[in-house]
Nanobody, 123 residues
Framework: QVQLVESGGGLVQAGDSLRLSCAASGRTFSSYTTGWFRQAPGKEREFVATINWIGGSTRYADSVKGRFTISRDNVKKTVFLQMNSLKPEDTAVYYC????????????????WGQGTQVTVSS
C-alpha cells in the first residue's frame, strides 16, 4: 500500500509562484515514477509532469514547459512541483500519483493517487 499526501496549494495572483509537495509513505518509493495531474471544473484530469525516482528524468505537458519544474527528495520520499508564472488557466485541483512505468503520462498508468490540493490563480 502507498499513501500520497499533497500540500502547498492556495490562492495566488497571475504571475505568482507556488510549490506543491507530495509526501509518500508505505511501500518503498525508490523504484517508481511520480506524476502530477490536474483537474479543472468540468474538465478531464490532465497530465502535468512526471519524474522517475531512478535517474530523475522528467517529462512535462506542453502547457507548463518552462514554467513548472518537478523534482524529488529520495530521502524524504517527497516530490515537488515548483510552479512559476502562474496563469488563471492553471487553476485546478492538483493530484500526485504513483506509476510502475517509467515516464508514464496517462491516467491509467497510475495506480495510487493523493487526495489533491486546490490551486486558484486570479487574474
Amino acid at each position: 500500500q502507498v499513501q500520497l499526501v499533497e500540500s502547498g496549494g492556495g490562492l495566488v495572483q497571475a504571475g505568482d509562484s507556488l510549490r506543491l509537495s507530495c509526501a509518500a509513505s508505505g511501500r518503498t518509493f525508490s523504484s517508481y515514477t511520480t506524476g502530477w495531474f490536474r483537474q479543472a471544473p468540468g474538465k478531464e484530469r490532465e497530465f502535468v509532469a512526471t519524474i522517475n525516482w531512478i535517474g530523475g528524468s522528467t517529462r512535462y505537458a506542453d502547457s507548463v514547459k518552462g514554467r513548472f519544474t518537478i523534482s524529488r527528495d529520495n530521502v524524504k520520499k517527497t516530490v515537488f512541483l515548483q510552479m512559476n508564472s502562474l496563469k488563471p488557466e492553471d487553476t485546478a485541483v492538483y493530484y500526485c500519483a504513483r506509476s510502475l512505468k517509467l515516464g508514464a503520462t496517462r491516467r491509467y498508468e497510475y495506480d495510487y493517487w493523493g487526495q489533491g490540493t486546490q490551486v486558484t490563480v486570479s487574474s
